[in-house]
């Protein structure tokens, strides 16, 4: 099957990204992309058409934004300019504003050289790989083509209250008979896309924040800061004796979370305590959550126990949210930091999770320290073994250790190996009550697989 799925050029798992100024995130690009996008959301020549466009804090933005602008503009859609607004939010202002298309540029958790483009179909879901390969044929054939006469340009505007409607809706997710009066929180905007809303949608339903993060350059989004470097968080929250620290990434789909110790909390643990309160008040959807493979088996012991399904999906919120839609859920996430709620929002959103997490601390009364342990997780372990070519995973001696580690954690664990999407690398994933046994599986099969690769 892979043999005959056609080369992606510029897509990857999540829109297009890569190091700023070079291919393919390049002003070049981004002009093919509008053209190309255009083109193909330009249903009905009779009426005007929308897009629309947000971005994170990168310097990089202000060379992605215009040149797509350019492309749009050129085949004759009109485009709104959002600034600086979060993932989600331009996810959920292209369903709300009613336009064609939305566009968010950013690279999410990577470094401030890198930036990315995602695109929203007008449902404000991202697009489908069939989508994504349309695109992808118009960029590369046919470009001069169809372009819009001088009188049909389309014309630009930018929208300045953008951020104020974002912070109604994440409000407006938050329970309206509760309040944060009494919560000191700190809230880490990773120099990102929600330096601005997320600390004051914090402040306005009560809370007393603490702000880090807020203060971009263009150059230092999630530098030592942010759900991927939490190290900042957990010594305000102890030096501040918060309640909760809360840290976003650089577009504010993922998040992290630490409770007043300093104690990290994962996604699963916060899908865990929201899938718990849902249920309680007959809010949870489908019947049970959404999580991936690498969600622990400590989470599925304790969905199950609580008389739910856990849906596991391959590793990718895209993923997450396809299934999800398919089965009516409307929670799910990944271990990472992704948690999305269908109720709320097309994607995932850091901000309106943890305003759920908020709010059962507010009904409950009780410290995020007790609430977020509500299950114990079992001893995981992962492994990264790389190789330079061939495929490790269908040498004998890998699959014949594969099957001895999956014989050996029969009833008491589970093994995940895979091939990494994104690096030549092999992902040996294994968890279990007896921690001793984990450890030895991964070896062995980790082992296996480097022999393979030596051997070529």
Known sequence: MSKTKPQRRYFGTDGIRGRANTHPMTAEVALRVGLAAGKLFRRDPDRRHLVVIGKDTRLSGYMIEPALVAGFTSVGMDVRLF?????????MMT???????????SASHNSSADNGIKLFGPDGY?????????????MDDGLQDG????????????????????????????PRKLTLNGLRIVIDCA???????????????????????????GFNINEDCGSTHPEALVRAVKEYRADIGIALDGDADRLAICDETGHPVDGDQIMALIAKAWAGTDRLKGGGVVGTVMSNLGFQRFVE?????????????RYVVERMRNGGFNLGGEPSG????????????????ALQVLAVMVKTGERLSKLARQYEPVPQRLENVRFSGGEPLKNPRVQAAIAEG??????SGRLLVRPSGTEPLIRVMAEGDDEGLVRQVIRDISAAVREAAAAG
């Open 191 to 217: 120099h990102g896309a929600a330096y601005k809303v997320a600390p004051l949608a914090l402040y306005e339903l009560g809370a007393e924040v603490i702000p880090l993060g807020v203060s971009p350059n």
């Open 126 to 138: 991202k697009l489908s790989d069939v989508r994504e390969a349309e695109i992808e044929a118009l």
């Open 95 to 105: 369903r709300s504003m009613r336009a064609d298309l939305g566009v968010m540029v």
């Open 83 to 91: 600034g600086p607004l979060p993932t989600p939010a331009v996810a």
């Open 406 to 411: 999956e014989a050996r954690l029969n009833g």
């Open 338 to 353: 992704h948690v999305v709620l269908s109720d709320f929002s097309t994607t995932g959103d850091g901000l309106i999770a």
């Open 305 to 317: 126990g609580l008389g739910l399904t856990l849906e596991r999906t391959q590793v990718g919120d």
């Open 147 to 174: 372009l819009a006469a001088p009188a049909d340009l389309g014309r630009v505007t930018r929208i300045d209250d953008a951020q104020a409607r974002y912070v109604e809706i994440a409000k407006a997710a938050f």
